[in-house]
Every structure is written in structure tokens, then in C-alpha cells.
């Protein structure tokens, strides 16, 4: 795996909750009642079917009902910083740590992601920030998901999404991507479509170590890693005296033991130590096609 992608609203604070207990300030001063499932149906819900909700429900225009809440909210203004969820900023470092890419793809507007993003300081941690007001349909049509994974440069089977809501497990998993959730159940969120669901953001670590222990396939390793020390261990230096740095190294893992060692040199294969031909080939064959994960 080489990104991780999160949503922003029920993942990294615990916002869904504030909003919603705005929004029934307005319903009161529009004299309106409406079902408590209604309500939480808004949490993870994107901009376009918040608008679509307020229309069909409450018969008003969209923006005179945001236009009340943004008084509301401005007279109490909200603290994001005390609504980080626990594990948030650990998970962070170890991500920044393992050099992950890492990205922030939410359906919130733009200028609620960016109030968000510098009163948390982590506006600086996220090599692509992505708001639903970009696409024409945002969660839980895919393209937020599959775009952000573009701009990374990473293939969506490449990629982590840590999400809370239907919507939003539904894109992610609709892209491609491996979905975990953090568990939510005061909103009715139906979250069995998700591959892992976790209680606290700092037991996705757990998940990350079962990814990286299951290494199989072919790897690229990345100098002045542990693994670049142990490829060193396959090489004979007495057959190879060639400068390392212009070469790539290549190695095969099965069952999480590194099998192989194969250095090329501008394109050229200038040396293999493999346990077998058909190891060999499988190197090559993934050299090829370029689907090659590089170890951290």
C-alpha cells in the first residue's frame, strides 16, 4: 500500500454531531419537524443531496436555510480543534513516518476544509486536498476517490480510505480502494461494505503492520532502508563490483522472506541471484509491466 486517503467529517473530527444539532435550531425557527431519522440521514451526506434533502423536506431554497445556520454557527462559532478524534494525530505520525501519501477527500465545501485544516495546523501534511464542491456528483459517485488517487499518482488498489458514512464507503469501495471504517453507530450508518472496521483511529496501525507482513510479489527497494541491507545479503560482491547507485534493485518476497536479488543498470540486467528460473522470470515479467511497489 502506498496512500491513504481520509475523509474529513466523522473520521478526523467529530463534526456530524455539531451540525446536525444546528441544523435543528433552524427547524425550530422554520417551525418545522422532522423525524430523527432524518436527521442523521444528513451525517455523510454530500453537498448536492443535502440541497436535494432541504428542498424535498423542508420546501425552502437551500440557501436560506445555510444562510440561518451560518448565523448560528458564527454566533457560537464551532472549536474544531476540540473535536479531533482520539488516535487522529498519532495515526498521522506513523503515516508521515512510513512516508505514505496522504490525502484528505471530503464532500465538505472548500472553505470549511481549509477553517478545518488550519485551526487542526495539519494544512501542511496532505500532498492532495480534495472537496466534493469539485465534481458534479460527489459521494457516493466514485469520482472524488479516483481522481484523488490520480493526482497522487497511485492505482486505487494502491490505496487506504478511511471513511464513517454509507456515502462514503460506497465511493471509496466503487474506485477500488481498500475502505476502513471507523466505527459509528449513533447515525444508522450501514458499514458492512467496508474491509476493516476499527473502534479508535490508532487500531488502523495494526492494519498497516498485517499489510506490510504479508509482502508477496515483486518489490523495488528503496536505498538506506532495512530492506536494501538485507538485498545487500544476496549479492556476491567478489562477481558484482559495479557503483550501486545508478542501479535498481529488484527483489522477489514470498510469505514475507526475501528470496531474490536482480540489479539493473540503465535497463540492463547486470546481475540476479534466484532460487530459481521461474522466480527469475516472474522478476522480469514484473519489471515489464511496471507494477512495482516499492518498499519503504
Do not use: W
Amino acid at each position: 500500500m502506498k496512500a491513504v486517503i481520509f475523509d474529513m467529517d466523522g473520521v478526523i473530527i467529530d463534526s456530524e454531531v455539531v451540525y446536525i444539532d444546528f441544523f435543528k435550531k433552524v427547524l425550530e425557527d422554520f417551525d418545522v419537524e422532522i423525524s430523527e431519522e432524518d436527521l442523521f440521514s444528513l451525517a455523510g451526506l454530500s453537498q448536492q443531496k443535502t440541497d436535494e434533502f432541504l428542498e424535498s423536506k423542508l420546501h425552502r431554497k437551500p440557501e436560506e436555510v445555510y444562510n440561518m445556520m451560518k448565523n448560528y454557527i458564527d454566533a457560537d462559532k464551532i472549536d474544531y480543534s476540540s473535536l479531533v478524534m482520539d488516535g487522529f494525530y498519532p495515526l498521522l505520525k506513523e503515516l508521515k513516518r512510513k512516508n505514505f501519501k496522504l490525502a484528505l477527500a471530503s464532500s465538505s465545501p472548500k472553505n470549511t476544509i481549509k477553517l478545518v485544516l488550519e485551526e487542526l495546523k495539519i494544512e501542511d501534511e496532505f500532498d492532495a486536498v480534495i472537496s466534493g464542491e469539485d465534481f458534479v456528483e460527489s459521494k457516493p459517485n466514485p469520482e472524488i476517490y479516483t481522481n484523488t488517487c490520480e493526482i497522487l499518482g497511485v492505482r486505487p488498489q494502491d490505496a487506504f480510505a478511511i471513511e464513517d458514512s454509507d456515502y462514503g464507503i460506497e465511493s471509496a469501495k466503487n474506485a477500488g480502494l481498500t475502505v476502513i471504517a471507523r466505527r459509528e453507530d449513533r447515525f444508522n450508518f450501514k458499514q458492512n461494505k467496508a474491509d476493516f472496521i476499527v473502534d479508535n483511529l490508532q487500531d488502523i496501525k495494526l492494519i498497516l503492520e498485517k499489510f506490510e507482513k504479508g509482502k508477496n510479489g515483486v518489490y523495488k527497494i528503496r536505498r538506506k532502508s532495512k530492506e536494501f541491507v538485507k538485498a545487500m545479503f544476496f549479492i556476491d560482491k567478489e562477481t558484482f563490483n559495479d557503483d550501486l547507485d545508478d542501479c535498481d534493485i529488484y527483489c522477489l518476497y514470498r510469505n514475507d522472506k526475501m528470496k531474490s536479488a536482480i540489479i539493473k543498470k540503465y535497463d540492463n540486467i547486470v546481475y540476479k541471484k534466484v532460487e530459481s528460473d521461474l522466480d527469475y522470470k516472474l522478476i522480469l515479467e514484473e519489471i515489464e509491466n511496471k507494477e512495482i511497489d516499492e518498499i519503504r
